[in-house]
DNA sequence: GTCTATAGCAAGATAGAC
DNA sequence: GTCTATCTTGCTATAGAC
Protein backbone atom coordinates (compact mmCIF):
# COMPACT_ATOMS: atom_id res chain seq x y z
CA UNK A 1 0.00 0.00 0.00
CA UNK A 2 2.74 2.53 0.78
CA UNK A 3 5.03 1.01 -1.50
CA UNK A 4 6.21 4.07 -3.55
CA UNK A 5 9.68 2.16 -3.97
CA UNK A 6 8.00 -0.95 -5.35
CA UNK A 7 8.40 -2.77 -8.73
CA UNK A 8 5.36 -3.08 -10.52
CA UNK A 9 3.26 -6.11 -10.26
CA UNK A 10 4.50 -6.49 -7.07
CA UNK A 11 2.09 -6.10 -4.25
CA UNK A 12 4.33 -7.85 -1.43
CA UNK A 13 7.56 -8.36 -0.74
CA UNK A 14 8.86 -10.34 -3.70
CA UNK A 15 11.17 -13.15 -2.84
CA UNK A 16 8.57 -14.70 -0.29
CA UNK A 17 5.65 -15.31 -2.82
CA UNK A 18 5.80 -18.90 -3.83
CA UNK A 19 2.09 -19.21 -4.34
CA UNK A 20 1.92 -19.40 -8.33
CA UNK A 21 4.93 -22.79 -7.82
CA UNK A 22 2.07 -24.12 -5.48
CA UNK A 23 -0.73 -23.58 -7.86
CA UNK A 24 1.05 -25.30 -10.74
CA UNK A 25 2.14 -28.35 -8.55
CA UNK A 26 -1.83 -28.61 -7.89
CA UNK A 27 -2.67 -28.20 -11.02
CA UNK A 28 -0.55 -30.65 -12.41
CA UNK A 29 -1.38 -33.93 -9.67
CA UNK A 30 -5.33 -32.75 -9.66
CA UNK A 31 -4.81 -33.45 -13.91
CA UNK A 32 -2.53 -36.19 -13.29
CA UNK A 33 -4.07 -38.36 -10.26
CA UNK A 34 -7.87 -36.66 -9.65
CA UNK A 35 -8.51 -33.89 -7.46
CA UNK A 36 -9.27 -37.22 -4.47
CA UNK A 37 -5.68 -39.22 -5.37
CA UNK A 38 -3.68 -36.01 -4.70
CA UNK A 39 -2.17 -35.18 -1.59
CA UNK A 40 -1.64 -32.25 -0.01
CA UNK A 41 2.05 -34.11 0.78
CA UNK A 42 2.57 -34.30 -3.34
CA UNK A 43 1.66 -31.41 -4.58
CA UNK A 44 3.95 -29.51 -1.63
CA UNK A 45 6.80 -31.46 -2.34
CA UNK A 46 6.74 -30.47 -6.12
CA UNK A 47 6.43 -27.10 -5.08
CA UNK A 48 9.72 -27.06 -3.15
CA UNK A 49 7.96 -27.15 0.61
CA UNK A 50 5.88 -29.41 3.43
CA UNK A 51 2.30 -30.16 3.52
CA UNK A 52 1.96 -27.54 6.49
CA UNK A 53 3.34 -25.31 4.79
CA UNK A 54 0.78 -24.92 1.65
CA UNK A 55 -1.79 -24.24 4.27
CA UNK A 56 0.02 -20.18 4.49
CA UNK A 57 -1.05 -19.58 1.21
CA UNK A 58 -4.80 -22.29 0.96
CA UNK A 59 -7.20 -22.71 4.12
CA UNK A 60 -8.21 -26.27 2.31
CA UNK A 61 -7.51 -28.59 0.00
CA UNK A 62 -10.66 -27.83 -1.88
CA UNK A 63 -9.68 -23.64 -2.13
CA UNK A 64 -6.56 -25.24 -3.82
CA UNK A 65 -9.06 -26.70 -6.44
CA UNK A 66 -11.15 -23.54 -6.83
CA UNK A 67 -7.82 -21.33 -6.84
CA UNK A 68 -6.91 -24.04 -9.81
CA UNK A 69 -10.55 -23.48 -11.20
CA UNK A 70 -10.62 -19.52 -11.77
CA UNK A 71 -7.09 -19.69 -13.02
CA UNK A 72 -7.90 -22.37 -15.84
CA UNK A 73 -11.23 -20.34 -16.75
CA UNK A 74 -9.22 -17.65 -16.80
CA UNK A 75 -6.99 -18.74 -18.92
CA UNK A 76 -8.65 -20.62 -21.34
CA UNK A 77 -11.26 -17.31 -21.68
CA UNK A 78 -8.14 -14.70 -22.02
CA UNK A 79 -6.69 -17.14 -25.53
CA UNK A 80 -10.32 -17.35 -27.01
CA UNK A 81 -11.42 -13.68 -26.53
CA UNK A 82 -7.42 -12.98 -28.17
CA UNK A 83 -7.89 -15.36 -31.21
CA UNK A 84 -11.45 -13.78 -31.77
CA UNK A 85 -9.25 -10.51 -32.42
CA UNK A 86 -8.32 -11.58 -35.65
CA UNK A 87 -11.21 -13.01 -38.49
CA UNK A 88 -14.08 -11.63 -39.40
CA UNK A 89 -16.31 -14.80 -40.85
CA UNK A 90 -18.33 -16.22 -38.51
CA UNK A 91 -17.06 -19.70 -39.80
CA UNK A 92 -13.35 -18.34 -39.12
CA UNK A 93 -14.17 -16.72 -35.91
CA UNK A 94 -15.78 -20.27 -34.61
CA UNK A 95 -12.79 -22.03 -35.53
CA UNK A 96 -10.31 -19.68 -34.27
CA UNK A 97 -12.26 -19.81 -31.13
CA UNK A 98 -12.17 -23.36 -31.08
CA UNK A 99 -8.58 -23.70 -32.11
CA UNK A 100 -7.78 -21.62 -28.79
CA UNK A 101 -9.98 -23.61 -26.60
CA UNK A 102 -8.03 -26.88 -27.72
CA UNK A 103 -4.92 -25.41 -27.84
CA UNK A 104 -5.41 -24.35 -24.36
CA UNK A 105 -6.89 -27.73 -23.54
CA UNK A 106 -4.09 -30.15 -24.93
CA UNK A 107 -0.89 -28.12 -24.99
CA UNK A 108 0.08 -28.22 -21.80
CA UNK A 109 -3.44 -27.18 -20.38
CA UNK A 110 -2.85 -28.54 -16.67
CA UNK A 111 -5.28 -25.79 -15.52
CA UNK A 112 -7.83 -26.18 -18.57
CA UNK A 113 -8.31 -30.03 -17.91
CA UNK A 114 -8.86 -29.54 -14.50
CA UNK A 115 -11.62 -27.33 -15.40
CA UNK A 116 -13.48 -29.60 -17.94
CA UNK A 117 -13.12 -32.37 -15.51
CA UNK A 118 -13.02 -31.82 -11.26
CA UNK A 119 -15.55 -30.35 -9.54
CA UNK A 120 -16.40 -29.91 -6.15
CA UNK A 121 -18.93 -32.50 -5.29
CA UNK A 122 -20.87 -30.75 -2.49
CA UNK A 123 -23.27 -27.76 -3.51
CA UNK A 124 -21.21 -25.13 -1.55
CA UNK A 125 -21.05 -21.33 -2.49
CA UNK A 126 -17.43 -22.60 -4.45
CA UNK A 127 -19.30 -25.33 -6.55
CA UNK A 128 -21.82 -22.65 -7.53
CA UNK A 129 -19.33 -20.06 -8.07
CA UNK A 130 -17.51 -22.26 -10.50
CA UNK A 131 -19.88 -23.37 -12.48
CA UNK A 132 -21.13 -19.31 -13.02
CA UNK A 133 -17.75 -18.51 -14.28
CA UNK A 134 -17.77 -22.08 -16.54
CA UNK A 135 -21.71 -20.90 -17.97
CA UNK A 136 -20.16 -17.59 -18.53
CA UNK A 137 -16.86 -18.76 -20.36
CA UNK A 138 -18.96 -20.86 -22.45
CA UNK A 139 -21.18 -17.37 -23.75
CA UNK A 140 -18.41 -16.93 -25.88
CA UNK A 141 -19.81 -20.30 -28.12
CA UNK A 142 -23.05 -19.00 -28.00
CA UNK A 143 -22.30 -16.29 -29.36
CA UNK A 144 -20.47 -17.76 -31.86
CA UNK A 145 -22.60 -20.62 -32.74
CA UNK A 146 -25.77 -18.02 -32.97
CA UNK A 147 -23.74 -16.15 -36.09
CA UNK A 148 -23.38 -18.76 -38.09
CA UNK A 149 -25.48 -19.10 -41.48
CA UNK A 150 -27.66 -22.47 -41.15
CA UNK A 151 -30.58 -23.95 -41.70
CA UNK A 152 -33.95 -22.07 -40.25
CA UNK A 153 -34.34 -25.87 -38.47
CA UNK A 154 -30.99 -26.49 -36.88
CA UNK A 155 -31.22 -26.54 -33.09
CA UNK A 156 -28.01 -24.01 -32.27
CA UNK A 157 -28.34 -25.18 -28.82
CA UNK A 158 -27.12 -28.85 -29.77
CA UNK A 159 -24.72 -27.58 -32.03
CA UNK A 160 -23.02 -25.39 -29.44
CA UNK A 161 -23.35 -28.52 -27.00
CA UNK A 162 -21.87 -30.94 -29.86
CA UNK A 163 -19.21 -29.06 -30.06
CA UNK A 164 -18.42 -28.67 -26.18
CA UNK A 165 -18.40 -32.61 -26.30
CA UNK A 166 -16.70 -32.93 -29.26
CA UNK A 167 -13.61 -30.10 -27.98
CA UNK A 168 -13.34 -31.42 -24.49
CA UNK A 169 -13.34 -35.15 -25.24
CA UNK A 170 -10.46 -34.59 -27.17
CA UNK A 171 -8.39 -34.94 -23.99
CA UNK A 172 -9.02 -38.73 -23.90
CA UNK A 173 -7.60 -39.32 -27.68
CA UNK A 174 -5.37 -36.03 -28.29
CA UNK A 175 -1.88 -37.54 -28.68
CA UNK A 176 1.26 -34.81 -29.56
CA UNK A 177 2.51 -36.51 -32.57
CA UNK A 178 -0.83 -36.23 -34.17
CA UNK A 179 -3.05 -33.79 -35.52
CA UNK A 180 -2.50 -30.13 -33.97
CA UNK A 181 -5.07 -28.64 -31.85
CA UNK A 182 -5.41 -26.03 -35.13
CA UNK A 183 -5.90 -29.15 -37.34
CA UNK A 184 -8.54 -30.79 -35.19
CA UNK A 185 -10.52 -27.35 -34.98
CA UNK A 186 -10.59 -27.07 -38.94
CA UNK A 187 -11.21 -30.71 -39.11
CA UNK A 188 -14.22 -30.43 -36.52
CA UNK A 189 -15.61 -26.93 -38.39
CA UNK A 190 -15.17 -28.81 -41.66
CA UNK A 191 -17.54 -31.45 -40.91
CA UNK A 192 -19.96 -29.30 -39.72
CA UNK A 193 -19.59 -26.89 -42.64
CA UNK A 194 -20.20 -29.11 -45.11
CA UNK A 195 -22.67 -27.88 -48.00
CA UNK A 196 -23.15 -24.32 -46.45
CA UNK A 197 -20.70 -21.98 -48.18
CA UNK A 198 -17.85 -22.27 -50.28
CA UNK B 1 -19.99 -79.27 -11.34
CA UNK B 2 -21.93 -82.18 -10.69
CA UNK B 3 -25.15 -79.91 -10.63
CA UNK B 4 -27.60 -83.12 -12.43
CA UNK B 5 -30.61 -81.37 -10.91
CA UNK B 6 -29.75 -77.66 -10.51
CA UNK B 7 -32.01 -74.83 -12.58
CA UNK B 8 -30.65 -72.98 -15.46
CA UNK B 9 -28.62 -69.65 -15.29
CA UNK B 10 -27.63 -71.37 -11.80
CA UNK B 11 -24.07 -72.24 -11.51
CA UNK B 12 -24.03 -72.51 -7.57
CA UNK B 13 -26.76 -72.01 -4.54
CA UNK B 14 -29.30 -69.78 -5.35
CA UNK B 15 -29.53 -68.25 -2.27
CA UNK B 16 -26.11 -66.55 -1.25
CA UNK B 17 -24.69 -65.21 -4.55
CA UNK B 18 -25.35 -61.44 -3.91
CA UNK B 19 -22.46 -60.09 -6.27
CA UNK B 20 -25.38 -58.66 -8.31
CA UNK B 21 -26.09 -56.37 -5.32
CA UNK B 22 -22.50 -55.23 -4.25
CA UNK B 23 -21.78 -54.85 -8.13
CA UNK B 24 -25.32 -52.09 -8.60
CA UNK B 25 -23.95 -50.57 -5.53
CA UNK B 26 -20.61 -50.46 -6.51
CA UNK B 27 -21.46 -48.65 -9.96
CA UNK B 28 -24.08 -46.19 -8.43
CA UNK B 29 -21.44 -44.76 -5.97
CA UNK B 30 -18.30 -44.89 -8.54
CA UNK B 31 -20.74 -42.66 -10.53
CA UNK B 32 -22.34 -40.43 -7.59
CA UNK B 33 -19.03 -39.95 -5.77
CA UNK B 34 -16.37 -41.15 -8.11
CA UNK B 35 -14.18 -44.11 -7.90
CA UNK B 36 -11.63 -42.53 -4.85
CA UNK B 37 -14.13 -41.22 -3.06
CA UNK B 38 -15.93 -44.18 -2.70
CA UNK B 39 -15.39 -46.26 0.26
CA UNK B 40 -15.72 -49.90 0.80
CA UNK B 41 -18.16 -49.73 3.83
CA UNK B 42 -20.44 -47.60 1.84
CA UNK B 43 -20.50 -49.68 -1.06
CA UNK B 44 -20.89 -52.70 1.27
CA UNK B 45 -23.73 -50.94 3.41
CA UNK B 46 -25.89 -50.01 0.56
CA UNK B 47 -25.12 -53.81 -0.61
CA UNK B 48 -26.77 -54.57 2.75
CA UNK B 49 -23.29 -56.24 4.39
CA UNK B 50 -20.27 -55.26 5.91
CA UNK B 51 -17.30 -54.46 3.84
CA UNK B 52 -15.42 -57.16 5.33
CA UNK B 53 -17.62 -59.63 3.82
CA UNK B 54 -17.61 -57.98 0.24
CA UNK B 55 -13.98 -59.37 -0.03
CA UNK B 56 -15.56 -62.96 -0.65
CA UNK B 57 -16.86 -61.76 -4.00
CA UNK B 58 -14.04 -59.40 -5.22
CA UNK B 59 -10.16 -59.18 -4.09
CA UNK B 60 -9.83 -55.66 -4.24
CA UNK B 61 -11.42 -52.01 -4.72
CA UNK B 62 -10.17 -52.06 -8.34
CA UNK B 63 -11.36 -55.46 -9.14
CA UNK B 64 -15.01 -54.00 -8.38
CA UNK B 65 -14.09 -51.23 -10.84
CA UNK B 66 -12.68 -53.74 -13.50
CA UNK B 67 -16.03 -55.40 -13.21
CA UNK B 68 -18.51 -52.42 -12.96
CA UNK B 69 -16.89 -51.65 -16.49
CA UNK B 70 -16.92 -55.17 -17.80
CA UNK B 71 -20.50 -55.22 -17.19
CA UNK B 72 -21.36 -51.27 -18.51
CA UNK B 73 -19.31 -52.36 -21.74
CA UNK B 74 -21.51 -55.69 -22.04
CA UNK B 75 -24.77 -53.73 -21.80
CA UNK B 76 -24.33 -51.13 -24.15
CA UNK B 77 -22.80 -52.62 -26.29
CA UNK B 78 -26.20 -55.33 -26.21
CA UNK B 79 -28.14 -52.04 -26.49
CA UNK B 80 -26.42 -50.83 -29.67
CA UNK B 81 -26.67 -54.43 -31.31
CA UNK B 82 -30.44 -54.28 -30.37
CA UNK B 83 -30.80 -51.13 -31.69
CA UNK B 84 -28.89 -51.95 -34.92
CA UNK B 85 -31.43 -54.89 -35.60
CA UNK B 86 -34.10 -52.74 -37.30
CA UNK B 87 -33.26 -49.36 -39.45
CA UNK B 88 -31.60 -50.06 -42.94
CA UNK B 89 -30.31 -46.83 -44.12
CA UNK B 90 -27.10 -45.10 -42.83
CA UNK B 91 -28.11 -41.89 -41.44
CA UNK B 92 -31.13 -44.12 -39.78
CA UNK B 93 -28.43 -46.88 -38.35
CA UNK B 94 -26.70 -44.17 -37.20
CA UNK B 95 -29.40 -42.74 -35.38
CA UNK B 96 -30.38 -45.57 -33.93
CA UNK B 97 -27.44 -46.60 -32.78
CA UNK B 98 -26.81 -43.16 -30.47
CA UNK B 99 -29.92 -43.39 -29.25
CA UNK B 100 -29.45 -46.59 -27.85
CA UNK B 101 -25.88 -45.36 -26.73
CA UNK B 102 -27.54 -42.01 -25.24
CA UNK B 103 -30.42 -43.74 -23.52
CA UNK B 104 -28.09 -46.79 -22.03
CA UNK B 105 -25.80 -43.59 -20.78
CA UNK B 106 -28.71 -40.86 -19.50
CA UNK B 107 -31.09 -43.10 -18.42
CA UNK B 108 -29.95 -44.87 -14.63
CA UNK B 109 -26.82 -45.52 -16.51
CA UNK B 110 -24.83 -46.11 -13.80
CA UNK B 111 -22.65 -48.32 -15.21
CA UNK B 112 -22.17 -47.03 -18.61
CA UNK B 113 -21.30 -43.49 -17.22
CA UNK B 114 -18.71 -45.42 -14.93
CA UNK B 115 -17.36 -46.71 -17.96
CA UNK B 116 -16.85 -43.03 -19.44
CA UNK B 117 -15.66 -41.48 -16.59
CA UNK B 118 -13.17 -44.41 -14.08
CA UNK B 119 -10.09 -46.13 -15.56
CA UNK B 120 -7.62 -47.68 -13.40
CA UNK B 121 -4.68 -45.01 -13.25
CA UNK B 122 -1.74 -47.13 -13.03
CA UNK B 123 -0.77 -48.93 -16.18
CA UNK B 124 -2.07 -52.29 -15.31
CA UNK B 125 -3.33 -55.34 -17.46
CA UNK B 126 -7.06 -54.29 -16.10
CA UNK B 127 -6.26 -50.84 -17.39
CA UNK B 128 -5.15 -52.31 -20.97
CA UNK B 129 -8.29 -55.13 -21.20
CA UNK B 130 -10.83 -52.40 -20.37
CA UNK B 131 -9.04 -50.23 -23.26
CA UNK B 132 -9.12 -52.75 -25.37
CA UNK B 133 -13.30 -53.32 -24.60
CA UNK B 134 -13.93 -49.85 -25.10
CA UNK B 135 -12.55 -50.13 -28.39
CA UNK B 136 -14.27 -52.99 -29.53
CA UNK B 137 -17.30 -51.03 -28.90
CA UNK B 138 -15.78 -48.12 -30.66
CA UNK B 139 -15.83 -50.01 -33.35
CA UNK B 140 -19.56 -50.40 -34.30
CA UNK B 141 -19.64 -47.00 -34.87
CA UNK B 142 -16.41 -46.67 -37.39
CA UNK B 143 -18.60 -49.10 -38.94
CA UNK B 144 -21.88 -47.31 -39.30
CA UNK B 145 -19.65 -43.58 -39.91
CA UNK B 146 -17.74 -45.40 -43.01
CA UNK B 147 -21.40 -46.21 -44.11
CA UNK B 148 -22.18 -42.64 -44.44
CA UNK B 149 -22.58 -40.70 -47.66
CA UNK B 150 -20.55 -37.94 -46.97
CA UNK B 151 -18.09 -35.69 -49.29
CA UNK B 152 -14.90 -37.42 -50.56
CA UNK B 153 -12.93 -34.63 -48.04
CA UNK B 154 -14.75 -35.49 -45.11
CA UNK B 155 -12.30 -36.70 -42.27
CA UNK B 156 -14.47 -39.45 -41.27
CA UNK B 157 -12.10 -40.14 -38.07
CA UNK B 158 -12.65 -36.51 -37.02
CA UNK B 159 -16.60 -37.40 -37.57
CA UNK B 160 -16.45 -40.36 -35.25
CA UNK B 161 -14.36 -38.84 -32.23
CA UNK B 162 -16.61 -35.57 -32.32
CA UNK B 163 -19.96 -37.76 -32.19
CA UNK B 164 -18.64 -39.63 -29.51
CA UNK B 165 -17.41 -36.55 -27.62
CA UNK B 166 -20.81 -34.66 -28.29
CA UNK B 167 -22.64 -38.24 -26.98
CA UNK B 168 -20.60 -38.69 -23.78
CA UNK B 169 -20.39 -34.99 -22.65
CA UNK B 170 -24.39 -34.93 -22.92
CA UNK B 171 -23.88 -36.40 -18.84
CA UNK B 172 -22.81 -32.80 -18.29
CA UNK B 173 -26.14 -31.35 -19.18
CA UNK B 174 -28.33 -33.88 -19.31
CA UNK B 175 -31.43 -33.35 -17.26
CA UNK B 176 -34.05 -35.42 -17.14
CA UNK B 177 -36.91 -33.13 -17.55
CA UNK B 178 -35.56 -31.80 -20.47
CA UNK B 179 -34.91 -33.99 -24.26
CA UNK B 180 -34.99 -37.77 -24.15
CA UNK B 181 -31.94 -39.22 -25.05
CA UNK B 182 -34.12 -40.26 -28.75
CA UNK B 183 -34.49 -36.30 -29.18
CA UNK B 184 -30.82 -35.29 -28.79
CA UNK B 185 -29.90 -38.14 -31.29
CA UNK B 186 -32.53 -37.23 -33.80
CA UNK B 187 -31.04 -33.09 -33.13
CA UNK B 188 -27.37 -34.71 -33.07
CA UNK B 189 -27.68 -36.48 -36.65
CA UNK B 190 -30.01 -33.24 -37.84
CA UNK B 191 -27.27 -31.17 -37.71
CA UNK B 192 -24.19 -33.34 -39.19
CA UNK B 193 -27.06 -34.50 -42.05
CA UNK B 194 -27.78 -30.41 -43.41
CA UNK B 195 -27.50 -30.69 -46.77
CA UNK B 196 -27.04 -34.42 -47.67
CA UNK B 197 -29.99 -35.92 -48.49
CA UNK B 198 -34.05 -35.72 -47.93
C1' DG C 1 7.21 -18.22 5.51
C1' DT C 2 8.66 -22.70 6.48
C1' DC C 3 9.55 -26.19 9.56
C1' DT C 4 8.53 -30.44 12.76
C1' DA C 5 5.35 -32.96 15.15
C1' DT C 6 1.16 -34.69 15.79
C1' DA C 7 -3.83 -34.79 16.49
C1' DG C 8 -7.72 -37.05 14.64
C1' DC C 9 -9.69 -39.68 11.55
C1' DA C 10 -10.90 -42.76 7.59
C1' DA C 11 -9.34 -45.83 4.34
C1' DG C 12 -8.29 -50.84 2.24
C1' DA C 13 -7.51 -55.16 3.51
C1' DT C 14 -7.00 -59.46 6.57
C1' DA C 15 -7.94 -63.10 10.27
C1' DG C 16 -10.67 -66.01 12.37
C1' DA C 17 -15.13 -66.93 14.81
C1' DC C 18 -19.63 -68.48 13.64
C1' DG D 1 -21.29 -66.20 3.43
C1' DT D 2 -21.21 -62.81 6.81
C1' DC D 3 -19.65 -61.08 10.93
C1' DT D 4 -16.45 -58.46 14.33
C1' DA D 5 -12.18 -56.83 15.34
C1' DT D 6 -8.10 -55.06 14.04
C1' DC D 7 -3.73 -54.06 11.47
C1' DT D 8 -1.48 -50.76 8.81
C1' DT D 9 -1.30 -46.92 6.23
C1' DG D 10 -2.37 -42.65 4.57
C1' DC D 11 -4.83 -38.46 4.73
C1' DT D 12 -6.17 -33.24 6.01
C1' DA D 13 -5.38 -29.96 9.04
C1' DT D 14 -3.44 -27.61 13.20
C1' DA D 15 0.01 -25.90 16.76
C1' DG D 16 3.87 -23.82 17.87
C1' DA D 17 9.04 -23.38 17.34
C1' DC D 18 12.23 -20.88 14.53
Redesign the pocket.
Known amino acids: MTASTATLAET??P????RPQ?LDSAARYFREQGY?????????AAA?????????????????LVAVHEEGIRRITKAVNAALAGPAGPWERLEAAMSAHLASLLDGGDYAQVVTRELPRDDGPARRRLIGMRDDYETIFRGLVDALPLPPETSRRHLRLMLFGAMNWTQHWYRPAGDTPEAIARAFVSVLRKGDQP
Do not use: Q, T
Not at 36 to 44: C, E, F, L, P, T
Not at 52 to 57: A, D, I, L, N, V
Open positions: AKRDNKVAASSMRDIAGMKAGSMYYYFASKEEL
